[in-house]
């Protein structure tokens, strides 16, 4: 029992790149998220899921696309990497909302 | 809307003192509260919640946090702080309307030796 996986750890793009953060849980969890963490901000929610087929927007939604095919995988994808998305992103799965959301460990992004 | 405010970037207590972490949330309807605690360079954990039922929630690690509706706070506790709970400690709220959770900017807990 894996948890929640996110690949990669560590990613540097130039401005105007795309790239896919993966995002892979082995809990049957029908709910999740992703989350940006930025000194000073917290965590901002950018994408959520509440089951495979169906997301929606959180906070923080601008530059992001999210697809949820399958109950375990929620790629997020950067469609022009921007400076402004330097930052550290998590990835979180739970049973339901109102549920314990376990994170996996973060992948850290640099935009040059 | 939702909301959550911790007023504190930092809260400094001596081990063995008794710890308080602050936290005032804003909802419409019902409030589904939580705690979560980031050590450096890991991914976050959770502490406890607050879904309904008793207002003092007993959570992992020794901490517990107390409900109250009137003042709409979910302040996080510990009655001897340790060390090693130096870490990074975020509130987060769901309103009953709402399928997502909103956090706080996080309180950085230092507990000086």
């Known amino acids: 029992n894996a948890g929640v996986t996110q690949t990669p750890k560590f990613q540097v793009l130039k401005t105007g790149q795309s790239m896919t953060l993966q995002c892979a849980q082995d809990?049957?969890?029908?709910?999740m998220s992703w989350y940006r963490q930025d000194p000073g901000m917290g965590l901002r929610l950018i994408h959520y899921?509440?089951?495979?087929?169906?997301?929606d927007q959180g906070e923080v939604p601008n530059g992001y696309n999210v697809s949820r095919s399958t109950t375990e995988d929620f790629p997020l994808r950067l469609l022009s990497a921007a400076p402004s998305q330097t930052s550290v992103y998590f990835c979180?799965?739970?049973?339901?909302?109102?549920?314990?959301?376990?994170f996996g460990p973060g992948t850290r992004l640099l935009v040059l | 809307a939702q909301s959550v405010a911790q007023p504190e970037d930092q809260v400094n207590v001596a081990e063995g003192n008794p710890l308080t972490v602050k936290c005032t949330y804003s909802?419409?309807?019902?409030?589904?509260l939580f705690w979560y605690v980031q050590y450096p360079n890991r991914g976050l954990q959770f502490l406890l919640k607050?879904?309904?039922?008793?207002?003092l929630v007993k959570g992992s690690y020794g901490f517990e946090a107390e409900f109250n509706k009137s003042q709409t706070s979910f302040h996080l506790k510990k009655p001897s702080a340790l060390v090693s709970d130096s870490a990074l400690y975020f509130c987060?709220?769901?309103?009953?309307?709402?399928?997502?959770?909103?956090f706080g900017t996080g309180t950085k807990l230092q507990v000086i030796p």
């Open positions: 979180a799965s739970s049973r339901g909302v109102s549920e314990t959301q376990y």
């Open positions: 809990m049957n969890h029908e709910y």
């Open positions: 899921s509440v089951g495979a087929g169906i997301t």
């Open positions: 909802v419409s309807g019902n409030p589904y």
């Open positions: 607050y879904i309904t039922g008793d207002n």
């Open positions: 987060a709220v769901r309103d009953e309307g709402y399928q997502k959770v909103t």
